[in-house]
């Protein structure tokens, strides 16, 4: 007996600390509460929550290598539903170019569980660490966790050692699930000065600052390190996903960037700039200025082969656009320089999307159309800090074209946009214009609402339970954007989307205007036929064929950020319905007139000889809204699917 006690104690005693703490931040102990809670009190619906999350960022160095900088973190992870499994995927990105790139050591993890009610400790196995490369520089390490579940407790560390130290990178306090503690500690030494950018707070719940009293030695050099703790406590999940530009312009988190470097030999070099030294400094790079430039003298050899002597400014620029869109491809990189040289660009036909636009830049200048570079920052990387001028918050460009008085916005790298239609992940953000010893900052927008017209002609067969139903959308936008992306020339596209998406074949030739008359709407018509709905002698018909709204995309309980739309949203509809032989209307769906600041709703029926026309439609009245309207746009939304798939109800007659 005596033996079965102590060996069930030499299996707790390592697992388990001390009953009375709630939480463990000591690596490798798990408390009593953390291995049996089955929810996290302030938050029930958390899937998951972080116990801690702790990083210390330090240097040391190295002889062959200099200064270099150390990472290193560690973290436990409570798993409450079985959808929280999901952070048990543990993915470690680093830089790994040939001669100076970034490791990755001592990663450690390991799974605790509660097997009939005693704890288990699974350790990871090193095999099933895996390393995939993403492109030529970067790699990222991949985790596999053992046997992670409902109620298990994961922890886990690791190193990176970086020469890489002027974007020390992003620690992001907050999750999308509960974090009780997240603290970094950063162990600075007097050669590089940083300076570091919060997001999301305007102050740390956990701030110290103290210089360490003990001597370093490196080479020739003597020198103390000081400390800075940053931290934050009982943070809720961060759930405000849908309908904003980028999660971590939200999300508390602090950066760092280096501003100054200090020699040994007593001399320093800034690296905190101004906006306009940047402007001067973008020109006078190759992948910037000097590509322009070089674009613009290959733009004297082309333009005469465009024949475009005769044309206004404007046609001019959208046929230099055209021919950009039409010639050369973009590789889906993001960049605001150039990644290849002109030579290659014009040789391959492909590049990034600096590659792309710079180039245009060069010919519409080759032109002498008045244009300048744009450089901003796509909605999915983040804002920018105007009060930190850094190049790295920046990492697109696009042409600002000016035309008698008017103002536009051209990106080159989508060829089924219309000249002046930019991307999305371009627009509502602020823009740096790239004159020599400038600052001027303007608001990317979109001209164009995303419109949707859908036109229903439906006739009912009583004796076969079918409608047979003519179909014709007419889309304008952002909406007819996303229509011609799936089209591309190709009918069976269509087909298959429709289908897949809305359960509706299409039985008859589809009939499309020209997909590339970018500067028209694009339509397309199809007949269809679909079942309905028969209770003894009444005939229960969706006058929209079940192809209005049917999902709100306002799926939040509360909000608490703006709700960015991004573009004017339009929907309309109309919809013929013949009256069968034998059948008078029993119901029609009521009528709806509803104008507000936030939206405008419309619904209305009329029976005319032996047809009912229905007419309907909504519209966004701006593309951003306050945190307070959220729960009233929710509501309206709800109203529109409600009305919009009301049924009319013929009876024999």
């Known amino acids: 007996m005596k033996t079965l006690v102590l060996c069930v104690l ?7 600390s001390n009953a009375q703490e709630k939480y463990s931040e000591e690596y490798g102990k798990v408390t009593q509460h953390e291995i049996s809670m089955t929810e996290y009190a302030p938050d029930p619906e958390a899937e998951a929550v972080v116990i801690y999350e702790i990083g210390t960022n330090y240097f040391q160095g190295d002889d062959n290598r200099g200064f270099l900088l150390h990472k290193e973190r560690r973290t436990k992870i409570k798993v409450l539903k079985a959808a929280g499994t999901e952070y048990a995927k543990i993915e ?8 100076n790139g970034e490791s990755v050591i001592d990663i450690e993890a390991t799974v605790y569980n509660l097997e009939n009610g005693k704890p288990t400790k699974t350790n990871l196995d090193p095999k099933k660490i895996f390393e995939e490369k993403i492109d030529n520089d970067l790699s990222v390490k991949k985790i596999a966790l053992p046997d992670v579940r409902e109620g298990s407790v994961i922890e886990f560390k690791y190193h990176i050692i970086t020469p890489f130290f002027f974007n020390m990178g992003t620690w992001a306090f907050q999750k999308k699930i509960p974090v009780i503690h997240s603290q970094l500690i950063y162990k600075a030494i007097p050669y590089y000065e940083y300076t570091y950018i919060m997001r999301g707070t305007k102050e740390f719940h956990e701030f110290d600052s103290v210089t360490k009293n003990h001597d370093i030695h490196f080479g020739s050099l003597l020198y103390q390190e000081k400390i800075y703790t940053f931290g934050m406590k009982d943070l809720p999940a961060f759930r405000d996903e849908e309908f904003i530009s980028a999660e971590e312009d939200y999300m508390i988190s602090i950066n760092f960037q280096v501003s100054k470097i200090y020699f040994a030999s007593g001399s320093s070099q800034n690296y905190i700039s101004t906006w306009p030294a940047l402007c001067d400094d ?9 590509y322009i430039k070089n674009s613009e003298k290959e733009g004297k050899k082309l333009l005469p082969t465009l024949n475009l002597d005769s044309k206004s400014q404007l046609d001019q620029t959208i046929e230099i656009t055209q021919y950009v869109k039409s010639m050369y491809k973009w590789n889906d990189v993001n960049n605001k320089f150039a990644e290849d040289k002109l030579s290659d660009f014009l040789k391959s ?11 245009l830049i060069g010919l519409l200048k080759a032109a002498n159309i008045n244009v300048n570079p744009l450089v901003l920052s796509t909605r999915n990387h983040g804002g920018v800090s105007k009060s930190h001028p850094f190049q790295q918050f920046l990492n697109y460009v696009i042409a600002q074209v000016e035309i008698d008085g008017k103002t536009y916005f051209i990106d080159a790298t989508e060829p089924l946009r219309y000249f002046d239609e930019l991307p999305t992940r371009c627009t509502n953000v602020e823009a740096l214009v790239v004159k020599p010893k400038n600052e001027e900052w303007v608001i990317t927008t979109q001209k164009e609402v995303a419109r949707t017209s859908k036109a229903f002609k439906v006739k009912i067969n009583p004796d076969q339970q079918t409608l047979d139903i003519n179909i014709k959308y007419t889309l304008s936008g952002q909406d007819a954007y996303q229509f011609r992306n799936i089209y591309e020339g190709k009918d069976d596209n269509l087909v298959n989307y429709f289908k897949k998406n809305n359960n509706v074949n299409i039985e008859d030739s589809l009939i499309t205007n020209d997909y590339k008359e970018l500067n028209k709407p694009f339509s397309f018509s199809f007949q269809s036929s679909t079942g309905f709905e028969k209770a003894s002698d009444k005939l229960f018909i969706s006058p929209f064929c079940n192809l209005s709204v049917s999902e709100n995309i306002f799926k939040q309980e509360t909000r608490t950020l703006p709700i960015d739309l991004i573009y004017l949203r339009n929907a309309d509809y109309t919809s013929e319905v013949e009256i069968p ?12 007139k509803h104008d507000s600041r936030l939206m405008s709703i419309k619904y209305s029926t009329k029976v005319t000889d032996n047809k009912i026309e229905v007419t309907a439609g909504y519209f966004f009245n701006t593309n951003l809204y306050d945190a307070k309207d959220y729960v009233r746009l929710k509501y309206s939304y709800a109203e529109i699917i409600k009305q919009f798939s009301d049924m009319i109800v013929f009876v024999k007659e």
Do not use: M
Request: aromatic residues 14%; charged residues 25%; hydrophobic residues 35%.
């Open 10 to 16: 030499v299996v707790i005693v390592p697992l388990i």
């Open 581 to 592: 032989k034998g059948y008078k209307v029993e119901y029609l769906p009521k009528e709806l």
């Open 282 to 290: 973008f020109l006078k790079k190759d992948n910037f200025g000097k």
């Open 92 to 99: 470690i990105p680093f830089y790994t170019d040939s001669r």
């Open 349 to 359: 036909k492909s590049g990034n999307s600096a590659n792309i636009n710079l180039y």
